[in-house]
């Protein structure tokens, strides 16, 4: 039971900032814009929250710096991609490669440590224990006592999809996807609705990164990203961008990185067991597509 | 026709003065025009391709800067900066290419830009769904709010594009050439529904090329001649060849003249042509017909019903099809695209991407073919082209096919579209096959170039050649056919001879209104 209970929080923790991130890569899905940034985004909100929570001691003034390096990123991203109309996959390239070896440049400088930087003075970023519940026994130590960035994540899947699908703005932003000239052509700024949904993805994955540095761990680690953006923006075009699929599928992906995580006590190498999640995303796309496959040949020939 | 006075004063509602547009560096497409439209008028616009009337209205929808000259609204200067502008301002313009989102609703299409919100800009779509459908019923247009634009036709797709501007509340609409795209029963449809426009108050601009349309719908015609204005005029008594000439410059023939058909031996003949796409769709459904040496043989239907395919199985651009496809009595089913050409030319429907290479020279695009061929081509090594036979093969086609170009190094893209249509059209003549396939020769080409054109068709066939021409202009059909096939999902439903049929019958069939078997 305890070992249960266990493997269910880790995957919950394990599938939060891949949760996060793909959440921010749903706006820029829906805009067509080929986002394998939030990779680089999220690694240096990692960074930029250790360093504001270390500086200042504050997990405030972290969460603060490891959004403001989302947004730069973001910021980055836009200017090039969207306003220099450079090609988005080597702008996305460039700016994981500079968030990399950027970030582990500033570690080694400010921090003169190389692979980890590690200190007590990282304020980490508290947790919420739900009033009421968190005393039942099984329930409470299920679903309480997350940093609360865990319940924010939570609640950003529910919010992006009311914002997708229920606003204006939604609307407009799935509009310019499927086609930018035509949202120009009834007055709306379509580069506008990109930058704006590059933006908020620069958000979402600098919220990631500060729960991958001051929640998941209490930690910076050179490449602490680990894939994730990568995961993220896979699972985003398995599920064709709808938030609450996503929020599942992070689950899945959180559940064998937990249980990746359970089977390092065992012999088994700890090399294979953290091939896990990674595989286990090949299996659901092999699975998926195929899926899709036959599901659209029967939708045809019912059409017919 | 209507000539229906207008009952109310003439009140100048746009008046464009002395307006110049100059394309950078040196081409004058608008050149000091006047123009005034008066409010509650169907206004018509004509003029050749390139004459300038697009340009013009695009000017004053603020789409493009013009160099000099004013604008008046309503006695008030106005110089739009954007279409937004000139949307607020209630002028709206409906563009050959639509601007619709493909998965979205009608309404969500009405809707996008200007959409109602609720607090944290929540779309309210209740509200909106209230006023669109106050005004579909208001101008009857007959549109399902729910339908995606995917799922719709393009005559509705076109209305979607006129209810997006009501709901703006424009009343000035401009129309760029809307019949272009729609079939003879939708054409009446429109022009209905644009009376009942004018009828409530909107004063409308309609661009077009068509003589016919713009006699029948219009109160008032302004010509344009390459870049100017030539005359506005009162549709009153207005005959035909009197606004030809004052569009040309000339007369005009506008039925090409030929004699009767000799038909000779079967070119091409087709078996039981079947063909289902990848997604279980079957595009062709047993076609059977042939074509014998010195007949045009006309293809009608509305696009989409099966042509493209059609096209693709005889070039052998699609290769997974029943039946047989023969020429010259020797099937042709087994034979590469390369083999093919050998028998048969081929002009396709769309002359920027598959009819020739635009960056490429005038005589990269001329010899395109041959230069697989066509033995004198090639000097001693098959691999290597003789540049003096090339230069020769396309100066031969400038000569014959009256091409004006700037130089023959200069790539095809400097031509206009009917010169470019002349040099692909002179290319696949010169190839000297039995069979011809035209998939819409003359589409989007001026008066003049179409006229050169049609001539041309005729005298090859005359030349002892088969045609098969496929074609959306019913016009274009009835002028060469010898004989007419209507096709329709994917079957040929009739076969006419042009001369005993009229318009609306054959629009009946590509309708599948008459002759479906159910």
């Known amino acids: 039971m305890q070992l249960l209970i266990e493997l269910l929080r880790s995957t919950i923790m394990a599938a939060t900032p891949v949760l996060l991130a793909a959440l921010g890569g749903t706006y820029t899905f829906y805009s067509n814009i080929f986002n394998i940034a939030m990779e680089g985004m999220m690694l240096i909100g990692a960074f930029m929250a250790v360093l504001g929570s270390y500086l200042f001691g504050s997990w405030v003034i972290g969460l603060l710096f490891g959004l403001a390096g989302g947004i730069l990123a973001a910021l980055i991203f836009i200017i090039f991609a969207v306003y220099l109309k450079t090609d988005e996959f080597v702008t996305g390239i460039a700016i994981n490669m500079l968030a990399l070896g950027g970030t582990t440049y500033l570690l080694r400088q400010i921090f003169d440590v190389k692979g980890a930087f590690m200190s007590p003075e990282i304020v980490a970023i508290p947790t919420w224990k739900i009033p009421l519940l968190h005393d039942i026994p099984v329930l409470g130590k299920l679903i309480s006592g997350y940093p609360f960035i865990v319940y924010v994540a939570l609640l950003a899947a529910l919010l992006v999809q009311f914002h997708v699908y229920k606003t204006r703005f939604g609307l407009r932003i799935r509009a310019t996807g499927e086609d930018a000239r035509t949202v120009d052509s009834v007055g709306v700024n379509s580069s506008s609705v990109k930058s704006i949904s590059i933006f908020y993805s620069g958000i979402l994955c600098g919220l990631a990164g500060v729960f991958l540095s001051l929640g998941y761990v209490n930690l910076f680690a050179e490449n602490m990203s680990n894939g994730r953006g990568w995961i993220a923006l896979a699972v985003i075009i398995l599920i064709q961008g709808r938030p609450l699929g996503i929020l599942l599928m992070s689950l899945v992906f959180g559940f064998f990185e937990g249980l990746g995580l359970t089977l390092q006590g065992t012999a088994i190498p700890s090399q294979f067991t953290q091939m896990v999640p990674y595989l286990a995303t090949l299996v659901a796309l092999y699975f998926y597509s195929r899926e899709k496959q036959t599901g659209v040949e029967v939708e045809e020939v019912e059409a017919v | 026709m209507v000539n229906a006075k207008l009952n109310r004063p003439d009140i100048e509602l746009i008046k464009i003065s002395s307006l110049v547009k100059i394309y950078p560096p040196a081409t004058l497409a608008v050149d000091q025009v006047d123009l005034t439209i008066k409010e509650g008028e169907i206004h018509s616009i004509i003029g050749e391709n390139g004459a300038g009337k697009s340009t013009l209205m695009k000017a004053l929808y603020g789409l493009i800067p013009y160099n000099s000259g004013k604008i008046y609204l309503r006695g008030k200067e106005i110089n739009f900066g954007s279409p937004k502008e000139a949307v607020r301002a209630g002028i709206g313009m409906v563009h050959q290419e639509f601007m619709l989102i493909p998965s979205y609703t009608v309404l969500e299409n009405v809707i996008l830009g200007v959409e109602p919100t609720g607090y944290f800009g929540v779309l309210n779509k209740r509200k909106a769904r209230e006023r669109v459908e106050k005004l579909v019923e208001e101008y009857n247009l007959n549109l399902n709010l729910n339908a995606r634009i995917e799922d719709i036709s393009v005559a509705a797709r076109q209305k979607v594009e006129i209810l997006k501007l009501l709901y703006k509340d424009v009343d000035i609409l401009i129309l760029d050439e809307p019949t272009a795209v729609l079939t003879p029963q939708e054409i009446e449809e429109l022009f209905s529904r644009l009376k009942r426009l004018k009828a409530m108050e909107k004063t409308i601009i309609f661009i077009s090329h068509k003589l ?307």
Request: overall charge negative; some cysteine; glycine content about 10%.
């Open chain 2, 212 to 518: 016919d349309e713009v006699l029948e719908l219009s109160d008032t015609i302004t010509v344009m001649r390459k870049g100017k204005k030539v005359t506005t005029m009162v549709n009153e008594n207005l005959t035909k060849s009197e606004l030809a000439r004052a569009m040309v410059g000339r007369e005009v023939v506008f039925t090409v003249k030929k004699d009767e058909a000799r038909p000779g031996d079967e070119v091409l003949r087709i078996n039981n042509l079947t063909y289902t796409d990848r997604y279980k769709q079957e595009r062709l459904k047993g076609i059977n017909f042939n074509i014998r040496k010195g007949e045009i043989v006309g293809l009608a239907g509305v696009e989409g019903n099966g042509q493209f395919e059609l096209v693709n199985c005889i070039m052998g651009l699609i290769d997974d099809y029943q039946g047989e496809i023969l020429i010259n009595g020797v099937r042709i089913d087994n034979l590469s695209i390369l083999e093919r050409r050998k028998l048969m030319a081929y002009l396709p429907q769309d002359r920027k991407d598959t009819g020739s290479a635009q960056d490429l020279s005038l005589i990269s695009n001329s010899i395109m073919t041959h230069h697989r061929i066509n033995p004198g081509l090639t000097g001693r090594w098959e691999a290597l082209l003789d540049p003096g036979a090339s230069r020769e093969l396309t100066g031969q086609i400038i000569d014959k096919f009256n091409v004006l170009i700037p130089g023959i190094d200069a790539p095809i893209s400097s031509l206009s579209g009917g010169n470019q249509q002349k040099v692909i059209v002179g290319r696949e003549f010169m190839l000297n096959t039995d069979f011809v396939l035209l998939d819409q020769p003359t589409r989007g080409l001026d008066v003049g170039s179409i006229e050169f054109i049609q001539k041309e068709i005729i005298r090859k066939r005359d030349s002892g050649v088969g045609i098969l021409l496929i074609s959306a202009d019913l016009d274009e059909l009835f002028n060469l056919s010898d004989r007419l096939l209507i096709i329709y999902q994917g079957r040929i439903v009739a076969e006419v001879d042009p001369a005993e049929v009229d318009k609306e019958e054959v629009g009946e069939y590509m309708l599948g209104a008459k002759g479906v078997a159910s």
